[in-house]
């Protein structure tokens, strides 16, 4: 299977501030990536799918302009999480659409003080 | 609407017992597949197996057999010979049919221990 990672891994910031998240494809040209939030002892929620050289499909609920989306290359999508909020610190992963399967990173825990 | 439930919040098995994991699912879409991943407490999303709508077999890997019954809808996660390192939370998903996205949606997650 392909092999996903994700930078970084653990990111504690301050209230107001903005993050980015990569993820990256290792082994494998993707051009559609998954973006997941999971809250502790929950379960993984898609926030939006990230094709690359086209805009990302959010999920209902999801605020596009708070979590952008950006899949410029087939091994590199990256979220960045505009101006955080406590409500914001969860366990973010992303995955790669395989033949069957998805691959998935991971995970990036984020915490906002 | 597509639907996965999983019911069973907690489970235990003593260690080289056998255990099964429920998992239901709700599609009107005839063409579907189904996942369980296992995610142990360091956050990873690991594959353990694959059920196609259409497969005729069970889909077994190594001590992982997903027991299909498509009348029902339903799609248990059968471990056997449980072994410590199976601890960890147990997700069933399903791809949509109809969408080619490829995108999953997840259960609600069986958080597995095995006792020695």
């Known amino acids: 299977g392909a092999v996903v990672s994700q930078h970084p891994s653990r990111v504690i910031c301050k209230s107001g501030t903005s993050v980015k998240i990569e993820c990256r494809s290792l082994?494998?040209?993707?051009?559609?990536m998954f973006w997941y939030r999971q809250f502790p002892k929950q379960s993984l929620m898609l926030m939006a799918t990230?094709?690359?050289?086209?805009?990302?499909?959010?999920e209902q609920g999801v605020e596009k302009d708070k979590f952008l989306i950006n899949h410029a290359s087939l091994t590199l999508s990256t979220l960045t999480v505009t101006s955080a909020h406590p409500e914001d610190s969860s366990f973010y992963i992303c995955?790669?659409?395989?033949?069957?399967?998805?691959?998935f990173g991971p995970g990036t825990r984020l915490t906002v003080l | 609407a597509q639907k996965i439930t999983q019911t069973q919040p907690g489970m235990f098995v003593q260690e080289k017992e056998a255990v099964t994991l429920d998992c239901t699912y709700d599609?009107?879409?005839?063409?579907?597949?189904l996942f369980w991943y296992k995610q142990p407490s360091s956050g990873e999303m690991i594959f353990l197996i694959y059920?196609?709508?259409?497969?005729?077999q069970n889909a077994t890997e190594g001590r992982y057999s997903l027991n299909f019954q498509k009348a029902r809808k339903s799609a248990n996660l059968v471990i056997s010979a449980s072994q410590l390192g199976d601890s960890a939370m147990y997700f069933c998903?399903?791809?949509?049919?109809?969408?080619?996205?490829?995108?999953?949606?997840f259960g609600q997650g069986t958080t597995l221990q095995v006792k020695p």
């Open positions: 082994d494998f040209q993707a051009t559609t």
């Open positions: 599609t009107s879409d005839p063409s579907y597949g």
């Open positions: 995955s790669v659409k395989g033949n069957n399967e998805q691959f």
């Open positions: 059920q196609g709508s259409y497969d005729q």
């Open positions: 998903a399903m791809r949509e049919g109809r969408s080619n996205t490829g995108k999953l949606i």
């Open positions: 990230s094709n690359e050289g086209s805009k990302a499909t959010y």
